[in-house]
């Protein structure tokens, strides 16, 4: 059974970064797709960033781009979300996700994946 655990998630102030990680147990991951989703209150779970199986590609939402960066240790099992310049928006649980069968392609759509972690807050203020 493949568990993933994030950590990393807290208060901080906008302008700020902050690194997230997701580390995995149960099996190794090294040879699937991992990826981030974010879920505000009241809103829908929505794809933040995805990484394939050696870090040769990555994927981000447009809300996303150029301040969080996706990165990934097989050797550790983990992947991490770097977010700089943080906003009061980036503020949501954030999940991480893996797909059980697939090294190359990043689905966006939270159906796309097989395993999830619990979630790590993160709330960013002004």
């Known amino acids: 059974q493949v568990q993933l655990v994030e950590s990393g998630g807290r208060l901080v102030q906008a302008g700020d970064s902050l690194r997230l990680s997701c580390a995995a147990s149960?099996?190794?991951?090294?040879?699937?797709?991992m990826g981030w989703f974010r879920q505000g209150p009241g809103k829908e779970r929505d794809f933040v960033a995805g990484i394939d199986w050696n870090g040769g590609s990555t994927y981000y939402a447009d809300s996303v781009k150029g301040r969080f960066t996706i990165s990934r240790d097989n050797a550790k099992n983990t992947v991490y979300l770097q977010m700089d310049s943080l906003k009061s928006e980036d503020t949501a649980v954030y999940y991480c996700?893996?797909?059980?069968?697939?090294?190359?392609?990043?689905?966006?759509?939270?159906?796309?994946?097989?395993?999830w972690g619990q979630g790590t807050q993160v709330t960013v203020f002004s």
């Open positions: 996700a893996a797909r059980a069968h697939d090294a190359i392609i990043i689905f966006t759509h939270p159906r796309g994946y097989d395993y």
């Open positions: 149960g099996r190794t991951l090294s040879r699937n797709v």
